[in-house]
């Protein structure tokens, strides 16, 4: 674990939720947000190239993330409980104003808090997933679609239950690696899409493999999956359905969820002009769904000259 980032714990909503924060510079302060299965070293190399560039850096764990206490009851977890964790989390550190910095399911709370709060928001940067006002259909997947196994009841406990965290974390991180979506054939489970003789990706080493699965063994899995996978996000009602602010979206080329025909088709659409007039995009020819683990430096340098662009 990096030295130069420290780590702290809040009170919010009855919970004690763990955020990793760096850097004192005042120009800026960047709120990270993860997805799954992630928490905050996912962020660890952008965290550090935002202190380097005079800014504040913040990445939280979710509830049941990380080192992050999970609510006490799953049923009562919420999208908008986590839009308003991030809230939470800005007002105990007295900060008036930030860059989001949203991954995978994150970008939910992230663009929410873009919606309702504007005032509080500078500018989102998002990776893989374009800005939102509603959840995209994954109409015309097979059964065998991993969200459509992993929402089952029952179905990720006993998938996951034949093998231990360390294998499991392996085998998702090779699986949303790759620019296929992971998808399984009849009588097979998704963790054996892959096995002990599949490699892991170049970039994610021995040790950041330690590191997911240390902390997957504080918080489990089964906490972490039932917000992207098993909550029901709530229609959200907005004042306006607009981005008032910056929007900047990274996407790695060969990203599998590109292949989900919803999203193909929504990154083209006039609606997404509509809702996000001040919207960019840029493609990283090889990356995948772990583009900020996977090239870091052309990541923190496109994160630096959005917000220095917009600070």
Known sequence: MDQRIEHSYLSIRGLKLHIA????????T????????????????????????????IAPDFPGYGLSEPPADLA?????????DLLAILDSLSIPKVFLVAKDFGVKPAYDLALRHPDRVCGVLSLGVPPLVESLSFSGLPEGFYIYRWREPGRAEADFGRFDTRRILRTIYILFSRSEIPIAKQGQEIMDLADESTPTPQWFTEEDLSAYTDLYEK??????????????????EYAKARFEMPMF????????????PAVKEYISSEKLQEIAPDYEITYIPE??????????DLVNQLMVDFVNKHV
């Open 30 to 57: 960047l709120l990270f947000v993860h997805g799954f299965p992630e928490v905050w070293y996912s962020w660890r190399h952008q965290m550090i190239a935002a202190a380097a560039a005079g800014f504040r850096a």
């Open 287 to 296: 990356g995948t769904h772990f583009v900020q683990e996977q090239f870091p």
């Open 219 to 236: 918080s489990g899995l089964m906490t972490a999956i039932q917000i992207p996978y098993r909550t029901k996000a709530a229609k959200a």
């Open 21 to 28: 924060h760096t850097g004192k510079g005042e120009a800026a």
């Open 249 to 260: 979206v990274i996407m790695g080329q060969k990203d599998y969820i590109l292949k989900f």
């Open 76 to 84: 009562q977890a919420s999208w908008q409980g986590l839009m308003n």
